[in-house]
């Protein structure tokens, strides 16, 4: 399995910034499909963004698309998440998460699938 430790998370105004980052180590992170996902309070995780094992294809929420951009560093073993024009429903738990398979594509990855490995999650607060 890889381990993953997602950074980057805090607190930022509406209309802000933020990058978030998901380090990689153990097994190859490379050609593995991965994706972001988050859960705010008293809600069910969601899908939030995906990215295909080369970082040809990736997939968005309707909720994040436009806003969000979602990339990987293969070389670093890091996947990113540049979030930008911030609101208050961002507001959540950001989990990073790698596919164990290495036929996954970026759209498969929205299911998020328990048996994929996951991080521990970085805390996004957005004021309003």
């Known amino acids: 399995q890889v381990q993953l430790v997602e950074s980057g998370g805090g607190l930022v105004q509406a209309g802000g910034s933020l990058r978030l980052s998901c380090a990689a180590s153990?097994?190859?992170?490379?050609?593995?499909?991965a994706g972001w996902f988050r859960q705010a309070p008293g809600k069910e995780r969601e899908f939030a963004a995906a990215?295909?094992?080369?970082?040809?294809?990736?997939f968005y929420a309707d909720s994040v698309k436009g806003r969000f951009t979602i990339s990987r560093d293969n070389a670093k073993n890091t996947m990113y998440l540049q979030m930008n024009s911030l609101k208050p429903e961002d507001t959540a738990v950001y989990y990073c998460?790698?596919?164990?398979?290495?036929?996954?594509?970026?759209?498969?990855?929205?299911?998020?699938?328990?048996?994929?490995?996951w991080g521990q999650g970085t805390q996004v607060t957005v004021s309003s």
């Open positions: 153990g097994r190859t992170f490379s050609g593995y499909a």
């Open positions: 998460a790698v596919s164990r398979q290495p036929f996954t594509t970026a759209h498969d990855m929205t299911i998020g699938s328990p048996d994929d490995d």
């Open positions: 990215i295909s094992g080369r970082g040809v294809s990736t």
